[in-house]
């Protein structure tokens, strides 16, 4: 069974028949091209994992060759052939990104070892990128980043709910993400190619909301010129973000409740029914059973927009997530004020882990982007931060000063914090470095900010 394709450009006919043959005979599937050009075409038609190029040959030689497989996107790994009084050129293909050269005659044995590492060196490559992806898969979801078991919870929640049409309620503090969960409940649907419409409950009045949602008739009220499709229109095959679903009206909740049961509304001003397909994602930082229990919020609509709960923990309740977080925001606004910034400054992790951030995930990017705005060095300090966030830190030290007379527990926090903020706030990774395991890592951050509860444990 074939391992891998090879394709030998050489405008020696001979060399190229000898060169098949023991490739063949290994186990190789085996293209040839007699000149520079027909190889660039083989190259884009069979995608072959190893080139074996000569340097010289018509048409197009083996440097151009490379450079030309190179802004083609092709990721073949190239081993260039030489005569003796072409090495010069041999070398300059190295430069260019040639994984190595072989001497004509060819030691055949040499050629072979220089195959398989190239070849190795391509799966170590591909296993690296399919490791990061798949980091990238667990650790974020369509901008929310994080991998706390809290936001774990929410991520698991999402996917599965994401290629239904339940609807959803998304509830958590101000700042915590909610657009952000409904965005990904759209993105990860069958819905996705449709639009994705968002709506903003409290920024209207009862009228205009109501307008807005259904559309209207020409003449219905005054200033109503002609006919308005509402968002229910806008969204249709799509989904519909009802954000701050708690603030509207009673009139307002019967109309969406007939929208939930019956798929169709009729227009302010109008009476004819109109159909739309749309998926409900409704979000509220307010206690929704405690406003039916109020008498303010309907019952019947609360369970029907509470098919599927998806609940936001708070930043003080994932505080293991605050690194990934300041990374991620330190990257967005350093690239958007044309900063070079390589991170967080000693002590500066630690006066983030101790807030508490009432503004959430909200509050913490405010924070960054002032700090990248204000920052006069290659990493933000504490002092660049809000004044409310400066409070007392411990002293910082470089490594070798802080080990005289440092507790084990003040080295081992050091040594924490500081390989988060290299790691850009990956537990996985840090943890990886200081050979621990990332739940222990976890219980520190914890731990450092205050908030270990009973029962909680490092290992």
Sequence with gaps: MSRATILIADDESTARAGLRSILTEEGYEVLEAEDGEAALQLLGQHAPEVVLSDVRMPRRDGNSLLRAAKEQGSDASFVMMTAFGTIESAVEAMRAGAENYVIKPIDVGALLVFIEKALEKRRLVHEAEGLRERVRERYKLEGIIGDSPELQSVFEVVKRAAPTKATVLVLGESGTG?????????????RKDKPFVKVSCAALSETLLESELFGHEKGSFTGAAGRREGRFEAADGGTL???EIGEISPTVQVKLLRVLQTRSFERVGGTAPVQVDVRIVAATNRDLLAEVKAGRFREDLYYRLNVVAVTLPPLRRRRMDIPGLAAHFIEKYAKAYGKELRGLAPGTLHALLSHDWPGNVRELENAIERAVVLCQSAELSADDLPTTLRGPRPETR??????????????????????????????????????????????????????????????
């Design 241 to 243: 973000f009802l954000d």
């Design 398 to 459: 470089d490594a070798q000063s802080l080990i005289p007379g440092a507790t084990f527990a003040q080295i081992e926090r050091e040594a924490i914090l500081r390989t988060l903020e290299l790691c850009q706030g990956s537990t996985a990774r840090a943890a990886e470095m200081l050979d621990i395991s990332v739940r222990k890592i976890q219980y520190r951050l914890k731990e450092y900010s205050g908030d270990v509860k009973p029962g909680d444990a490092p290992e």
């Design 178 to 190: 909610k657009e952000l969960v409904a965005q990904a409940l759209h993105e990860l649907s069958p």
